[in-house]
């Protein structure tokens, strides 16, 4: 540990000697310096939040703002790890090796999804000079392939310089039954939805817990929270009554909010007076993207509109849920006189999403699976929008609307609706200024530099002894006392993300007509567009053919940045392609997996994969009760999975496709009275379906008898983004089937192990080898 040396004596005896204990010292934080709370949201455009001119009411937002400084040219990364990796680091996300996110990791130094070791982090700069540490609710900065029992913890928030972490660790997370990690390990649940859970209450009832036990025993030492909530990610889930206060405020449609919206933004002073509203669908079509489309409100029919209007209601009452519960961490800061020294920013992580496809969809992992929704299967659910039913997410034109006025949303980091977020800063200690409007352009790679600003601190040039990749950003705390209009000393942000391109400069624009996700390639004959920002803040007049001599400095300029942040190749491939990439892990894909009970869940990512092929699962048990029932095995959720299970005695096999009704079942003829069995199902793959998905015939079997056989189709992509892990003997979160609840604990009886096959070798090979295994165990 010593790091400066010794200056005392050292004699035989120690009473001859004497000691020096700076060398063996921990580093005090500098006197005075604040508190940083960050709270940052997912997927929210500026034109959400009622602080901007939005119809979403925000108290605890809105009361920070009243106090503080809003920012009007704040952007962002235009999608998540990528933004949050430059909020840990202060580098740019492809230098953060977060092109993409962590399941769309390649094998290229700007997208290998970990982060280097010349990127220390602002947790660990912090913790080693004074500080402690928390982070709370998302991460997904943790490669895929890291997020199981066994994997490395390299990549996670204890290791990352956190003292302690609270929340899920992929990028999405069911909010009645989330994914739960706490410091190395993963939990349940605390309670249930039934018994009031709900992820953002149990994130801030944390936070509160942490503070207050730190200032119990280190009431002088400053702290650094991360707080960041599952909202405003999909699944858009609030309780009822928050999403009941919002009945009929969206009936008008997205096209109309943008309009009244717009209008109320330059009321506020958010936006200049004769900002230009742009189209609701930019793109030409040989450029976009169909899934990003926008239907126009008023070729929608009846159904369709109630549909889409409860959907933004749950949205809404998502977000101001959970801005109430921020709202008591806030309240007992000031109620224990600690948040007038607390720098607080408030925002979010890129536009609006606009993943929901053009019609909504109640299970969002249809999009990942490249699956459409249907009308009549999305309109089963309007009642429950928002509870333990659904997975729900809004259409495309929300996502518009609530990105008001740029073009297009998250992911499209060429145009401001995928970059421009809400930002609210407050530090009474450290800012003069009330309520005011601070216009300055700046980017998320600028909040670590204006945290050392504020501190005192620096990022150290040699951090564990490797060299350091100098800040991407500047400080923004020359803003705190700056006019609202001054000069932004940033000069320069590039931005690229799935295939789209952009850079600003000194108030003008470059930006690419390039669609995210179409796999259109062919980026050498992209076209470029010009804006100036400066003057034309909503980029809504195309500049190019004026100004050529200006974009050709420009495509250089981009072309400087991704040489300096290591950003090619540049990749816009299908969801389905980007995130079924086979990467390497500590353990080598197999043919035959053998698990047992008694296991943590197993996180899709380590776990035995049967997308796209043919695939058995055996299992050896026992029944020792005739009441003997539950699950054998389970792997995802309601909304995406497959289960084997016994329930009245019979060995059922559900196969959950996408959540959609009805379900996939296989039922045994015969009765398992008390014995021993080997038991399982069999999947064989005949074709592809339309939409990518596996065709085929499934047979279930009890020993060496086929009980139940049909047809039978699986999944594409993976089953939830959420990490919903294999279990044993159990269903962890939300159950696979509608026949059992959760956990379906297997009772009455014993399970010896469970094997999974992918490959085609014979039904008995896997029992044999599945019991030479457990013969040896």
Same mark, same amino acid.
């Given at each position: 540990?010593?790091?400066?040396?010794?200056?005392?004596?050292?004699?035989?005896?120690?009473?001859?000697?004497?000691?020096?204990?700076?060398?063996?010292?921990?580093a005090k934080?500098?006197?005075?310096?604040?508190? /940083?709370?960050?709270v940052?949201?997912?997927?929210?455009?500026?034109?959400?939040?009622?602080?901007?001119?939005?119809?979403?009411?925000?108290?605890?937002?809105?009361?920070?703002?009243?106090?503080?400084?809003?920012?009007?040219?704040?952007?962002?990364?235009?999608?998540?790890s990528?933004?949050r990796?430059?909020?840990?680091?202060?580098?740019?996300?492809?230098?953060?090796?977060?092109?993409?996110?962590?399941?769309?990791?390649?094998?290229?130094?700007?997208?290998?999804?970990?982060?280097?070791?010349?990127?220390?982090?602002i947790?660990?700069?912090?913790?080693?000079?004074?500080?402690?540490?928390?982070?709370?609710?998302?991460?997904?900065?943790?490669?895929?392939?890291?997020?199981?029992?066994?994997?490395?913890?390299?990549?996670?928030?204890?290791?990352?310089?956190?003292?302690?972490f609270?929340g899920?660790?992929?990028?999405?997370?069911?909010?009645?039954?989330?994914?739960?990690?706490?410091?190395?390990?993963?939990?349940?649940?605390?309670?249930?939805?039934?018994?009031?859970?709900?992820?953002?209450?149990?994130?801030?009832?944390?936070?509160l817990?942490m503070?207050?036990?730190?200032?119990?025993?280190?009431?002088?030492?400053?702290?650094?929270?991360?707080?960041?909530?599952?909202?405003?990610?999909?699944?858009?889930?609030a309780?009822?009554?928050?999403?009941?206060?919002?009945?009929?405020?969206?009936?008008?449609?997205?096209?109309?909010?943008?309009?009244?919206?717009m209008?109320?933004?330059?009321?506020?002073?958010?936006?200049?007076e004769?900002?230009?509203?742009?189209?609701?669908?930019?793109?030409?079509?040989?450029?976009?993207?169909?899934?990003?489309?926008?239907?126009p409100?008023d070729?929608?029919?009846d159904?369709e509109?109630?549909?889409?209007?409860?959907?933004?209601?749950?949205?809404a009452?998502?977000s101001?849920?959970?801005?109430?519960?921020?709202?008591? #961490? /806030?309240?007992?800061?000031?109620?224990?006189?600690?948040?007038?020294n607390?720098?607080?920013?408030?925002?979010?992580?890129?536009?609006?999403?606009?993943e929901?496809?053009?019609?909504?969809?109640?299970?969002?992992?249809?999009?990942?699976?490249n699956?459409?929704?249907?009308?009549?299967?999305?309109?089963?659910?309007?009642?429950?929008l928002?509870?333990?039913?659904?997975?729900?997410?809004?259409?495309t034109?929300?996502?518009?609307?609530?990105?008001?006025?740029?073009?297009?949303?998250?992911?499209?980091?060429?145009?401001?609706?995928?970059?421009?977020? +809400?930002?609210?800063?407050?530090?009474?200690?450290?800012?003069?200024?009330?309520?005011?409007?601070r216009?300055?352009?700046?980017?998320?790679?600028?909040?670590?530099?204006?945290?050392?600003?504020?501190?005192?601190?620096?990022?150290?040039?040699?951090?564990?002894?490797?060299e350091?990749?100098?800040?991407?950003g500047?400080?923004?705390?020359?803003t705190?006392?700056?006019?609202?209009?001054?000069?932004?000393?940033?000069?320069?942000?590039?931005?690229?993300?799935?295939?789209?391109?952009?850079?600003?400069?000194?108030?003008?624009?470059?930006?690419?007509?390039?669609?995210?996700l179409?796999?259109?390639?062919?980026?050498?004959?992209?076209q470029?567009?010009?804006?100036?920002?400066?003057?034309?803040?909503?980029?809504?007049?195309?500049?190019?053919?004026?100004?050529?001599?200006?974009?050709?400095?420009?495509?250089?300029?981009?072309?400087?940045?991704?040489?300096?942040?290591?950003?090619?190749?540049?990749?816009?491939?299908?969801?389905?392609?980007?995130?079924?990439?086979?990467?390497?892990?500590?353990?080598? +894909?197999?043919?035959?997996? /053998?698990?047992?009970?008694?296991?943590?869940?197993?996180?899709?990512?380590?776990?035995v994969?049967?997308?796209?092929?043919?695939?058995?699962?055996?299992?050896?048990?026992?029944?020792?009760?005739?009441?003997?029932?539950?699950?054998? @095995?389970?792997?995802?959720?309601? @909304?995406?999975?497959?289960?084997?299970?016994?329930?009245?005695?019979?060995?059922?096999?559900?196969?959950?496709?996408l959540?959609?009704?009805?379900?996939?079942?296989?039922?045994?003829?015969?009765?398992?009275?008390?014995?021993?069995?080997?038991v399982?199902?069999?999947?064989?793959?005949?074709?592809?379906?339309?939409?990518?998905?596996?065709?085929?015939?499934?047979?279930?079997?009890?020993?060496?008898?086929?009980?139940?056989?049909?047809?039978?189709?699986?999944?594409?992509?993976?089953?939830?983004?959420?990490?919903?892990? #294999?279990?044993?003997g159990?269903?962890?979160?939300?159950?696979?089937?509608?026949?059992?609840?959760?956990?379906?604990? @297997?009772?009455?009886?014993?399970?010896?192990?469970?094997?999974?096959?992918?490959?085609?070798?014979?039904?008995?090979? #896997?029992?044999?080898?599945?019991?030479?295994? @457990?013969?040896?165990?």
């Amino acid at each position: 540990m010593a790091s400066k040396p010794f200056k005392g004596v050292i004699k035989l005896d120690v009473r001859d000697s004497k000691p020096d204990w700076t060398p063996y010292t921990l580093a005090k934080a500098p006197k005075g310096a604040p508190n /940083i709370l960050i709270v940052l949201y997912d997927d929210t455009g500026q034109a959400a939040w009622e602080p901007y001119g939005g119809r979403i009411n925000m108290p605890t937002l809105q009361k920070l703002a009243d106090n503080g400084l809003t920012y009007t040219q704040w952007h962002t990364t235009a999608l998540c790890s990528p933004t949050r990796s430059t909020f840990l680091t202060g580098r740019n996300h492809h230098l953060n090796a977060m092109a993409c996110i962590t399941e769309g990791a390649q094998g290229y130094p700007g997208w290998s999804g970990r982060l280097p070791a010349e990127c220390a982090t602002i947790g660990q700069v912090l913790q080693e000079n004074g500080f402690s540490t928390f982070w709370l609710g998302k991460d997904h900065n943790v490669p895929e392939q890291d997020i199981a029992t066994g994997a490395s913890r390299s990549e996670w928030p204890v290791q990352k310089g956190f003292d302690r972490f609270y929340g899920f660790l992929g990028g999405e997370t069911n909010q009645w039954y989330p994914d739960l990690a706490e410091d190395n390990k993963f939990i349940d649940q605390p309670y249930s939805p039934d018994e009031g859970y709900h992820l953002s209450r149990d994130l801030v009832d944390q936070a509160l817990q942490m503070i207050r036990d730190q200032k119990a025993s280190n009431p002088s030492k400053p702290w650094f929270m991360w707080l960041c909530p599952g909202a405003n990610h999909a699944p858009h889930h609030a309780p009822k009554e928050y999403i009941d206060k919002y009945k009929g405020k969206f009936d008008d449609g997205y096209e109309a909010y943008r309009e009244w919206v717009m209008a109320r933004m330059i009321e506020k002073g958010m936006l200049p007076e004769g900002t230009k509203l742009t189209p609701i669908n930019p793109l030409p079509d040989d450029v976009a993207n169909p899934a990003d489309a926008v239907r126009p409100w008023d070729t929608l029919n009846d159904d369709e509109k109630r549909l889409f209007a409860r959907m933004a209601e749950v949205y809404a009452g998502f977000s101001e849920y959970t801005d109430v519960q921020v709202g008591r #961490l /806030i309240d007992y800061l000031e109620e224990s006189g600690q948040l007038d020294n607390t720098l607080v920013f408030y925002c979010a992580d890129n536009g609006a999403s606009g993943e929901g496809s053009p019609s909504g969809s109640v299970n969002e992992n249809k999009f990942f699976n490249n699956f459409p929704d249907e009308l009549s299967e999305n309109l089963k659910y309007l009642d429950v929008l928002g509870g333990q039913e659904t997975y729900n997410h809004y259409p495309t034109g929300w996502a518009v609307a609530f990105s008001t006025p740029y073009q297009m949303f998250k992911r499209y980091s060429e145009y401001a609706g995928g970059t421009a977020c +809400p930002m609210v800063i407050h530090w009474p200690k450290g800012i003069n200024a009330k309520g005011e409007v601070r216009n300055q352009y700046h980017h998320s790679v600028d909040i670590v530099p204006t945290i050392l600003e504020a501190c005192g601190l620096e990022m150290p040039k040699t951090y564990r002894g490797v060299e350091q990749y100098p800040l991407s950003g500047v400080s923004m705390k020359y803003t705190f006392d700056a006019k609202p209009d001054a000069p932004t000393q940033k000069k320069r942000q590039y931005y690229s993300m799935l295939g789209t391109r952009g850079i600003w400069e000194n108030g003008w624009k470059a930006a690419t007509l390039h669609a995210p996700l179409t796999g259109k390639g062919h980026f050498d004959q992209d076209q470029w567009e010009l804006y100036h920002v400066d003057e034309d803040r909503s980029e809504s007049t195309n500049l190019a053919s004026q100004h050529p001599d200006k974009l050709d400095a420009l495509i250089k300029a981009w072309f400087d940045e991704a040489e300096i942040n290591k950003v090619l190749p540049l990749d816009d491939r299908s969801a389905a392609e980007v995130l079924g990439v086979e990467r390497p892990t500590e353990e080598e +894909p197999r043919e035959r997996y /053998i698990y047992y009970p008694g296991t943590s869940p197993v996180p899709e990512g380590v776990a035995v994969n049967v997308r796209g092929r043919s695939y058995k699962i055996l299992a050896d048990i026992e029944v020792k009760d005739s009441q003997c029932s539950g699950v054998i @095995f389970a792997h995802g959720s309601r @909304f995406g999975g497959h289960s084997l299970f016994v329930k009245d005695g019979k060995l059922h096999y559900v196969y959950n496709f996408l959540g959609i009704k009805p379900e996939q079942k296989f039922v045994s003829k015969t009765v398992l009275k008390p014995g021993k069995y080997t038991v399982g199902m069999e999947f064989t793959r005949e074709k592809a379906g339309e939409h990518g998905e596996s065709l085929g015939r499934t047979k279930l079997y009890v020993n060496d008898q086929v009980e139940a056989e049909g047809d039978m189709r699986t999944q594409l992509g993976k089953f939830t983004l959420s990490g919903d892990g #294999l279990c044993i003997g159990r269903d962890s979160g939300d159950a696979v089937s509608e026949d059992y609840t959760s956990p379906g604990e @297997f009772t009455g009886g014993e399970i010896k192990f469970v094997g999974v096959t992918v490959e085609k070798s014979q039904y008995l090979d #896997l029992e044999k080898l599945a019991a030479a295994a @457990f013969a040896v165990d």
